[in-house]
T-cell receptor, first 115, second 109 residues
Framework: DTEVTQTPKHLVMGMTNKKSLKCEQH?????MYWYKQKAKKPPELMFV???????INESVPSRFSPECPNSSLLNLHLHALQPEDSALYLC??????????????FGPGTRLTVT | GIQVEQSPPDLILQEGANSTLRCNFS?????LQWFHQNPWGQLINLFY???GTKQNGRLSATTVATERYSLLYISSSQTTDSGVYFC???????????FGEGTQLTVNP
């Protein structure tokens, strides 16, 4: 099974709200990723977790806060977002990270609208 | 960082036609993936192909790592092939996937 699941599928939130995006995989992968994708552009990496530790933060504003409670789950906590943060947020996972390259598998995404 | 260029940026075909999409990259890579993004946003893995040739049904891909390019072939295209095709590469030492800008494919009935 090569499935990554994400909830919710759609989210509309105001600029003062706090919400969370969730991602789950049961493939035994040890690396998990958050990407942001704007319309008609490629995905852009935000965060990488390797073995449940944050290993890459691509200078993402602090209003985005990732969390990896265990090796199967990845959350992205959102607070005080701006309308320009509206985008498709994609989660991905791969077998490992540490100096080796593995195929990444993506979830279906959460389409976020900030009003 | 590594540069990834995809061509053509847009492609319109009639159903049944064949096509070739190209991905050029500027440095040695350990990982190269082709994805199809459907209209709902799902990125579907097509090939994991850092080198060599693979085939899956009507699709095939070839990566010539020494010359830093990869080709995706779509034969007998169908309307369901429409969407954006992305090439993504990763340099050595487990860095990160860098995506090209994609090829927007439209297959008309």
């Amino acid at each position: 099974d090569t499935e990554v699941t994400q909830t919710p599928k759609h989210l509309v939130m105001g600029m003062t709200n706090k919400k969370s995006l969730k991602c789950e995989q049961h493939m035994g992968h040890r690396a998990m990723y958050w990407y942001k994708q704007k319309a008609k552009k490629p995905p852009e990496l935000m965060f990488v977790y390797s073995y449940e530790k944050l290993s890459i933060n691509e200078s993402v504003p602090s209003r985005f806060s990732p969390e990896c409670p265990n090796s199967s789950l990845l959350n992205l906590h959102l607070h005080a977002l701006q309308p320009e943060d509206s985008a498709l947020y994609l989660c991905a996972s791969s077998q490992g990270l540490l100096g080796t390259s593995y195929e990444q598998y993506f979830g279906p995404g959460t389409r976020l609208t900030v009003t | 960082g590594i540069q990834v260029e995809q061509s053509p940026p847009d492609l319109i075909l009639q159903e049944g036609a064949n096509s070739t999409l190209r991905c050029n990259f500027s440095d040695s890579v350990n990982n190269l993936q082709w994805f199809h993004q459907n209209p709902w946003g799902q990125l579907i893995n097509l090939f994991y192909i850092p080198s060599g040739t693979k085939q899956n049904g009507r699709l095939s891909a070839t990566t010539v790592a020494t010359e830093r390019y990869s080709l995706l072939y779509i034969s007998s295209s169908q309307t369901t092939d429409s969407g954006v095709y992305f090439c993504a590469v990763e340099r050595a030492s487990g860095s990160r996937l860098t995506f090209g800008e994609g090829t927007q494919l439209t297959v008309n009935p």
